[in-house]
Antibody, heavy 119, light 112 residues
Framework: EVQLLESGGGLVQPGGSLRLSCATS????????MTWVRQAPGKGLEWVSS????????YYADSVKGRFTTSRDNSKNTLYLQMNSLRAEDTALYHC????????????WGQGTLVTVSS | DVVMTQSPLSLPVTLGQPASISCRSS???????????LNWFQQRPGQSPRRLIY???NRDSGVPDRFSGSGSGTDFTLKISRVEAEDVGVYYC?????????FGGGTKLEIK
């Protein structure tokens, strides 16, 4: 069974940092790209970042470029999101998702971890 | 960026009746290899999103066959042949052809 478990969220002051993790199991982690998607309270879905299966190529939304860094450790089956210079508008539930463009066998979502940026 | 426009925003449907959601993209979603990366997600109240359809019309494992996707180019549709109570929630389209990936604004399906 495919499982994605996000952690690392919490309350942080504006300008602060957090590192999110997504521990996975049940599939060959080193194969597919992985993606972070966020959902602000009561809002829709926003793509944040994706990373290729080998970790070499990364993509970022303009809203987070230069502040967030996505990485993965294929030996630990874990995806990461380093979030720096956090702003109030980064407050959201952050989900990790298998895949990026949308292919067979992908599209699984974790339950998410809540990030709240507030003073 | 590719803008994904969904309609309607709200969709009240009688149980057992069909439902249809439209998704239009601001540019063609046909990738250079011929694939069209248009996905549909369902988000039930209080739950994480779940992918229903990938590459326009392919149902994910476990998705009931009352859900179907169709379309091409810039114009796509998600259809539910007979709405059931468990279908209540918000439906999102998402394009995976162009960076940045983009989602539609969502369509809220409710039972009339």
């Amino acid at each position: 069974e495919v499982q994605l478990l996000e952690s690392g969220g919490g309350l942080v002051q504006p300008g602060g940092s957090l590192r999110l993790s997504c521990a996975t199991s049940g599939f060959m982690f080193s194969g597919p790209a992985m993606t972070w998607v966020r959902q602000a309270p009561g809002k829709g879905l926003e793509w944040v970042s994706s990373i290729s299966g080998d970790g070499v190529t990364t993509y970022y939304a303009d809203s987070v470029k230069g502040r967030f860094t996505t990485s993965r450790d294929n030996s630990k089956n874990t995806l990461y999101l380093q979030m720096n210079s956090l702003r109030a508008e980064d407050t959201a539930l952050y989900h990790c998702v298998i895949g990026s463009s949308g292919a067979a066998g992908e599209g699984h979502w974790g339950q998410g971890t809540l990030v709240t940026v507030s003073s | 960026d590719v803008v994904m426009t969904q309609s309607p925003l709200s969709l009240p449907v009688t149980l057992g009746q069909p439902a249809s959601i439209s998704c239009r993209s601001s540019q063609s979603l046909v990738f250079s290899n011929g694939n069209t990366f248009l996905n549909w997600f369902q988000q039930r109240p209080g739950q994480s999103p779940r992918r229903l359809i990938y590459k326009v019309s392919n149902r994910d494992s476990g998705v009931p066959d009352r859900f179907s996707g169709s379309g091409s180019g810039t114009d796509f549709t998600l259809k539910i042949s007979r709405v059931e109570a468990e279908d209540v929630g918000v439906y999102y389209c998402m394009q995976g052809t162009h960076w940045p990936l983009t989602f539609g604004g969502g369509t809220k399906l409710e039972i009339k």
